[in-house]
């Protein structure tokens, strides 16, 4: 059987630089695409696998660039990370899809494509389109196995909503499925251990959350789906304060999402407070739960961002926010 420390893949982050890709509300397609590409390549590493990307930062690079890092790399899988865009926007061109090159081989490129859009559909995404054959001129180029990969459409709300939340989940899935074609077990990434210093913070945010919004929370030391829930509800409660909203207080963080308008430097707010709760949540350290958005909770943020392959802003809109909501168990 192979090793995957012999086997190399090359990720391609389609578009960068001057090429947004697709652009829908201000998203662009180019961003997402490198977001995916620097966790896949977390993921396959830690896998075994040595992992090359065409570009690791918003670079501008020609199609026979991309080709080229391919094959000086010597890959043995070649893999374009898109994502869909349809004009004008409609919720009904939604999911993931995969492309081979007209003349690629199906017991190859085609089995791969397959392998991964099933991987992807385990890990939750709108649907599944299928794998065809296309003239993709970067697919043309490739001399190894290759195959363009669509993560959901750019221009679907849905869609992206699945993509902010599940990142680190369809990366996961993308190595499951590079490991399964090449025959390989994959290992199922495990949770940070939990600290007696952690336990103890968690507990501390949790006795925190009850007494301000007196939810009945468990301190439970965990950060789990009940804690989740009860933080989206304060969200909503601070939310319907500070924009004079009428929000029903469900707890669903897509309702949150819709809902929110942002946590800018500088402001001292209770959704400061939240957003110096989550972050203790995850491992960081924001300082004191005072909610004031000062430069210790920024620099805290900004490591969290980058930790979850978002853009080191300081600033949280709905991508961080929801990066920020996922419980550890």
Same mark, same amino acid.
């Given at each position: 059987?192979?090793?995957?420390?012999?086997?190399?893949?090359?990720?391609?982050?389609?578009?960068?630089?001057?090429?947004?890709?697709?652009?829908?509300?201000?998203?662009?397609?180019?961003?997402?695409?490198?977001?995916?590409?620097?966790?896949?390549?977390?993921?396959?590493?830690?896998?075994? #696998?040595?992992?090359?990307?065409?570009?690791?930062?918003?670079?501008?690079?020609?199609?026979?660039?991309?080709?080229?890092?391919?094959?000086?790399?010597?890959?043995?899988?070649?893999?374009?990370?898109?994502?869909?865009?349809?004009?004008?926007?409609?919720?009904?061109?939604?999911?993931?899809?995969?492309?081979?090159?007209?003349?690629?081989?199906?017991?190859?490129?085609?089995?791969?494509?397959?392998?991964?859009?099933?991987?992807?559909?385990?890990?939750?995404?709108?649907?599944?389109?299928?794998?065809?054959?296309?003239?993709?001129?970067?697919?043309?180029?490739?001399?190894?196995?290759?195959?363009?990969?669509?993560?959901?459409?750019?221009?679907?709300?849905?869609?992206?909503?699945?993509?902010?939340?599940?990142?680190?989940?369809?990366?996961?899935?993308?190595?499951?499925?590079?490991?399964?074609? #090449?025959?390989?077990? #994959?290992?199922?990434?495990?949770?940070?251990?939990?600290?007696?210093?952690?336990?103890?913070? @968690?507990?501390?945010?949790?006795?925190?959350?009850?007494?301000?919004?007196?939810?009945?929370?468990?301190?439970?030391?965990?950060?789990?789906?009940?804690?989740?829930?009860?933080?989206? @509800?304060?969200?909503?409660?601070?939310?319907?304060?500070?924009?004079?909203?009428?929000?029903?207080?469900?707890?669903?963080?897509?309702?949150?999402?819709?809902?929110?308008?942002?946590?800018?430097?500088?402001?001292?707010?209770?959704?400061?407070?939240?957003?110096?709760?989550?972050? @203790?949540?995850?491992?960081?350290?924001?300082?004191?739960?005072?909610?004031? #958005?000062?430069?210790?909770?920024?620099?805290?943020?900004?490591?969290?961002?980058?930790?979850?392959?978002?853009?080191?802003?300081?600033?949280?809109?709905?991508?961080?926010?929801?990066?920020?909501?996922?419980?550890?168990?």
């Amino acid at each position: 059987m192979e090793s995957a420390r012999n086997l190399m893949i090359v990720l391609d982050p389609g578009h960068g630089g001057d090429d947004p890709g697709g652009v829908a509300g201000g998203r662009q397609e180019k961003d997402d695409n490198l977001a995916l590409g620097l966790a896949t390549k977390t993921q396959l590493e830690t896998q075994g #696998f040595r992992v090359v990307c065409t570009r690791s930062s918003d670079k501008t690079l020609t199609l026979a660039e991309r080709a080229k890092v391919a094959s000086d790399a010597d890959a043995d899988l070649f893999i374009s990370l898109h994502r869909g865009y349809f004009d004008p926007p409609s919720e009904e061109a939604a999911g993931v899809a995969g492309f081979v090159y007209p003349t690629a081989a199906l017991e190859t490129s085609g089995k791969a494509a397959g392998l991964l859009l099933a991987a992807l559909e385990e890990a939750g995404v709108t649907r599944v389109i299928g794998v065809s054959r296309g003239n993709h001129p970067i697919l043309r180029r490739a001399e190894m196995p290759a195959i363009l990969l669509e993560v959901g459409f750019v221009s679907s709300q849905a869609d992206n909503q699945l993509f902010d939340q599940r990142l680190t989940g369809y990366a996961a899935a993308i190595a499951k499925g590079v490991t399964n074609f #090449f025959g390989l077990n #994959f290992s199922r990434p495990q949770p940070r251990p939990l600290t007696l210093s952690d336990e103890t913070q @968690i507990h501390d945010i949790q006795r925190l959350l009850d007494s301000r919004y007196g939810f009945g929370l468990r301190a439970s030391g965990r950060f789990d789906k009940a804690t989740v829930k009860a933080i989206i @509800i304060a969200l909503q409660i601070e939310m319907n304060g500070k924009y004079r909203l009428e929000l029903p207080l469900t707890g669903k963080l897509e309702d949150a999402l819709a809902a929110f308008k942002g946590i800018q430097p500088g402001e001292q707010s209770g959704l400061a407070s939240l957003l110096q709760s989550l972050l @203790i949540l995850s491992g960081y350290e924001p300082g004191e739960v005072d909610g004031g #958005f000062g430069p210790r909770t920024a620099s805290a943020l900004r490591m969290f961002q980058r930790d979850r392959y978002l853009k080191p802003s300081g600033r949280v809109g709905p991508k961080t926010l929801a990066a920020l909501l996922q419980p550890t168990y």
